[in-house]
C-alpha cells in the first residue's frame, strides 16, 4: 500500500464515513485476515492523584494539600493486584500524577516490590511525563530512569500524556507539560533499550486537523526508526469537571461519526502499526464495538478500576463476557492477550 502524506489525509478525511470505513476495515484485514480480536484483562492503578502539571484538560488530579489527595502504599497496591489475579487478569497499568516529591528510588521499590511479589503480573507504567520529571527531579537522564526501572521489572511505558504532539495545541491545553519533542524522545529512549510502548492521541480540545496528522507523522516516523511502538489508542476529551471547558465552553462532545472517521484514517495514516484499539472507555461498548469495523483490531482493556476519564464524567464498564459477546456479535473470534499481544486463550 502507497503510505498517506499529510495532503491525501486532509482528502481523505471529507470522505463519508462508510466510505473511509471501508477502506481502514480492508486494511484491517490484510494486516489481521484471521479475523481475531483480542483484548487483555488488566487494572488501571493510579498509584497518586497528586500532581503539579495541572492540564486543563484533566479532572483527575489533585495538590499535594488537598483534602482527596492520596498515595497509595504498597500493601493496598499488592490488594489490587490481587484482586486483579483472581480475575485472571495479566497487567497493571500503572499512571500517577507526577508526585512533586517522588524520587527514582520509590519508583525502583515499588517495582521491585511488585515484581517480587507477583511474578505473574506483567508492569506496564509511567507515561512520558512521569519519567521526564522522575529523570529532573532525582538529577539523572530519562534513558537512566528507563534503565533502573526496567532493571527493576517494567516491561513497557504507556502514550499517555501525547495528547496531540503540535506545541501549538499544547501550549494552551497543558502549557506545563513535557512538549512534543521530549514526548518524542523518552519513547525513543524506552525503544533503544528494548522497552516497547504504545502511542496515544487525545483529540476534540482545541486542535486543528493539521495538528492532527502532524501527530501520526511524529509517531509513524519514530515507529519507521524504531519499531517500539506495540498499538495505536485514540480517545476523545472528556470534558466535564475541567477547567479547558470553563475557559473554552464552546468546545463540544465529539460525534461518533468524528470518532470513527479519525480511527479510520489512523488504520491507514499509521501503516507501520500493527495493533490499534478501540477506546469503549470514552466512546460507550457499542461505539467500541463498531470501532473494530472500522480498523481496530483490539478491544483494548477489561479495566477493571479506571479512574481519570470517570474523574471528567465518563464511566463506561466492561465485563470480559460482555467483551466476547460484542466480538461474538460482528463475526470475529475473541482472544484474550497478553501486554506483547501473545495470545493467551481463545473463545471460539
Ligand atoms: S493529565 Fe496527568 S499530568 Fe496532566 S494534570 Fe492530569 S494527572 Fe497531571
Request: charge should be neutral; proline fraction near 2%; charged fraction near 30%.
Amino acid at each position: 500500500m502507497k503510505r498517506v502524506d499529510k495532503k491525501e489525509a486532509l482528502e481523505l478525511l471529507k470522505l463519508p464515513l462508510s466510505e473511509l470505513g471501508r477502506l481502514a476495515f480492508e486494511r484491517k484485514r490484510e494486516l489481521h485476515p484471521d479475523k481475531i480480536t483480542t483484548f487483555v484483562v488488566d487494572r488501571n492503578i493510579n498509584y497518586t492523584n497528586v500532581c503539579w502539571v495541572d492540564c486543563k484538560f484533566c479532572a483527575f488530579y489533585r495538590h499535594k494539600k488537598d483534602e482527596s489527595a492520596y498515595i497509595l502504599s504498597f500493601e493496598e497496591i499488592g490488594r489490587k493486584i490481587e484482586e486483579l489475579i483472581d480475575i485472571g487478569g495479566t497487567q497493571v497499568l500503572f499512571q500517577g500524577g507526577v508526585h512533586p516529591n517522588l524520587k527514582i528510588e520509590w519508583y525502583e521499590e515499588l517495582v521491585e516490590w511488585i515484581s517480587k511479589h507477583y511474578p505473574t503480573i506483567t508492569i506496564h507504567g509511567f507515561s512520558a511525563i512521569e519519567i521526564d520529571y522522575i529523570a529532573k527531579i532525582s538529577k539523572i537522564s530519562t534513558k537512566e530512569v528507563l534503565e533502573r526501572l526496567q532493571s527493576k521489572g517494567l516491561y513497557s511505558i504507556p502514550g499517555a500524556g501525547a495528547e496531540i504532539l503540535s506545541d501549538s495545541v499544547r501550549d494552551i491545553i497543558a502549557p506545563k507539560k513535557l512538549d512534543a519533542d521530549k514526548w518524542i524522545e523518552v519513547h525513543e529512549n524506552a525503544h533503544n533499550i528494548g522497552m516497547k510502548s504504545t502511542a496515544t492521541m487525545m483529540f476534540g480540545t482545541v486542535e486543528k486537523d493539521d495538528d492532527i496528522i502532524e501527530h501520526w507523522e511524529r509517531i509513524r516516523s519514530l515507529q519507521d526508526r524504531t519499531g517500539g511502538f506495540r498499538a495505536f489508542i485514540l480517545w476523545s476529551f472528556q470534558n466535564q469537571n475541567t477547567a479547558l471547558k470553563a475557559e473554552f465552553p464552546d468546545i463540544k462532545k465529539q460525534s461518533s461519526n468524528r470518532y470513527l472517521k479519525l480511527l479510520a484514517l489512523s488504520r491507514l495514516f499509521l501503516d507501520n502499526f500493527k495493533n490499534i484499539q478501540s477506546s469503549w472507555v470514552t466512546q460507550g461498548s457499542h461505539i467500541g464495538q463498531l470501532a473494530l469495523m472500522f480498523g481496530a483490531n483490539d478491544l483494548g482493556s477489561t479495566m477493571m478500576e479506571e479512574n481519570v476519564v470517570a474523574a471528567a464524567g465518563m464511566a463506561h464498564r466492561m465485563s470480559q463476557d460482555e467483551m466476547i459477546r460484542l466480538i461474538r456479535d460482528i463475526g470475529e473470534i475473541p482472544a484474550k492477550r497478553d501486554t506483547a499481544y501473545n495470545i493467551l486463550e481463545f473463545y471460539k
